[in-house]
């Protein structure tokens, strides 16, 4: 995908008022690193993961673990370090621009890569505000550190959702993928894990 292709998909994201912003989970994220308590962690959470639609739900969870779904994307802290985008004044980027922008540089070969990387990745920081911005940062180069691992964003979004925590975990050893696990829970809660039990 193309740099027009991930603008015109920005573009299009924040349109669409289903949406959730970014910053919605930043806010979330930050939260959860100023407490040392798993409950109020867990409520922090569980509170952004009610607000993202099911087609989202993927994405937030793996952001919100420090794993984005794409897995390894090829930017290391060389080049999260040199990019020097003006913050944004307000909040418009969606988890669905993250994602979409994620996609694409992890799908991103060939000659003159590392210069896409880099002006990908500018755009995307120049849409971001500064909360934003060191939160990206920190989630491209693995190193988003905020007390969140997999086990309590697993509770939140068995809260979030509205079903057990043991079901959820079922569920996870099943899939072996959270976002998986988080997006049964977001399109069929309760329903779907009564079922499976």
């Known amino acids: 995908m193309g740099l027009n292709a991930v603008g015109n998909a920005f573009r299009g994201a924040v349109r669409d008022n289903l949406r959730v912003q970014l910053a919605r989970l930043v806010a979330a994220s930050e939260s959860t690193a100023a407490t040392r308590k798993r409950l109020e962690k867990t409520a922090a959470l569980a509170g952004a993961l009610r607000e993202v639609d099911a087609s989202e739900i993927a994405a937030a969870v793996g952001f919100l ?22 913050p944004a004044e307000r909040a418009s980027l969606s988890l669905t621009d993250v994602d979409v922008a994620l996609t694409s540089l992890s799908e991103m070969a060939g000659g003159g890569v590392e210069q896409r990387r880099v002006e ?21 180069v693995g190193e988003l550190r905020q007390g969140a691992l997999e086990g309590l964003v697993a ?4 809260e979030a959702s509205g079903v057990s ?32 039990s």
């Open 120 to 140: 990908l990745l500018s755009t995307l920081l120049s849409r971001a505000t500064e909360a934003e911005q060191r939160f990206l940062r920190r989630l491209l």
């Open 165 to 196: 925590n043991e079901s959820l975990r079922r569920a996870l050893m099943l899939t072996g993928d959270l976002g998986a696990a988080a997006e049964i829970a977001a399109t069929s809660g309760r329903r779907a894990y009564s079922r499976s």
């Open 155 to 158: 509770a939140a979004v068995a």
């Open 65 to 86: 673990c420090g794993e984005p779904r794409q897995g390894r994307i090829g930017v290391g802290w060389a080049t999260v370090g040199a990019l020097d985008a003006q």
